[in-house]
């Protein structure tokens, strides 16, 4: 299923609106150290980009092998790992 994706991937991720900045900030006062995240699903890395000037670690996973390569390139000086 998270295959049928991958051809329309890098489109998506020129297209997708971002998330607005309150989420992140939401999340991030919920947890009480900003060492580490986890994007699950996180498809063109949108919210990994969004998190990783918060977080130290960013980890950002998929199902699609593809989607990530056509993630958003712009995480900061922090480090995220597909």
């Given at each position: 299923?998270?295959?049928?994706?991958?051809?329309?991937?890098?489109?998506?991720?020129?297209?997708?609106?971002?998330?607005?900045?309150?989420?992140?900030?939401?999340?991030?006062?919920?947890t009480p150290?900003?060492?580490?995240?986890?994007?699950?699903?996180?498809?063109?890395?949108?919210?990994?980009?969004?998190?990783?000037?918060?977080y130290?670690?960013?980890?950002?996973?998929?199902?699609?092998?593809?989607?990530?390569q056509?993630?958003?390139?712009?995480?900061?000086?922090?480090?995220?790992?597909?």
């Open positions: 299923m998270a295959d049928m994706f991958v051809k329309q991937a890098k489109q998506y991720a020129e297209a997708r609106p971002n998330y607005p900045e309150e989420l992140f900030k939401f999340i991030a006062s919920k150290k900003h060492e580490l995240v986890w994007d699950v699903g996180t498809g063109s890395g949108q919210a990994a980009a969004s998190l990783a000037p918060i130290k670690n960013v980890i950002a996973t998929d199902t699609s092998h593809k989607a990530p056509h993630s958003v390139s712009t995480y900061s000086s922090n480090h995220v790992h597909n």
